[in-house]
């Protein structure tokens, strides 16, 4: 049984940094394709960024002209990473990391990928 929890949120203030930690059970982050998602109140969730099993990333269009957010993983710590400076106002949101056994074809869509956190809360002000 797949759990993930997610960990590292909180209030900073706009151009503070935050590193966000996701800590599977029931698999290694070896072994999977996973991603770091977040949803603002009244918004849809919004894909931010994946790591596939060896280690490749991608960037949703929406982070990666800004360079601001980079997703990273530990295998020997088995966890993942969400690294995060100039926080502004407009990341404040609910954090998720998510996980699928092979990346989804869609892996900006929510509805790609099988195991989910409960999230961290980012607040920026």
């Known amino acids: 049984h797949v759990q993930l929890v997610e960990s590292g949120g909180g209030s900073v203030q706009a151009g503070g940094s935050l590193r966000l930690s996701c800590v599977p059970s029931g698999v290694t982050v070896s072994r999977v394709c996973m991603a770091w998602f977040r949803q603002a109140p009244g918004q849809e969730r919004e894909g931010i960024a994946t790591?596939?099993?060896?280690?490749?990333?991608?960037?949703a269009d929406s982070v990666k002209a800004r360079a601001r957010f980079t997703i990273s993983k530990d295998n020997v710590k088995n966890t993942l990473y969400l690294q995060m400076n100039n926080l502004e106002p407009e990341d404040t949101a609910m954090y998720y990391c998510?996980?699928?056994?092979?990346?989804?074809?869609?892996?900006?869509?929510?509805?790609?990928?099988?195991?989910w956190g409960q999230g961290t809360q980012v607040t920026v002000s």
């Open positions: 790591i596939d099993k060896i280690g490749t990333t991608t960037y």
């Open positions: 998510a996980a699928r056994f092979g990346c989804p074809v869609l892996p900006w869509s929510q509805f790609g990928w099988s195991y």
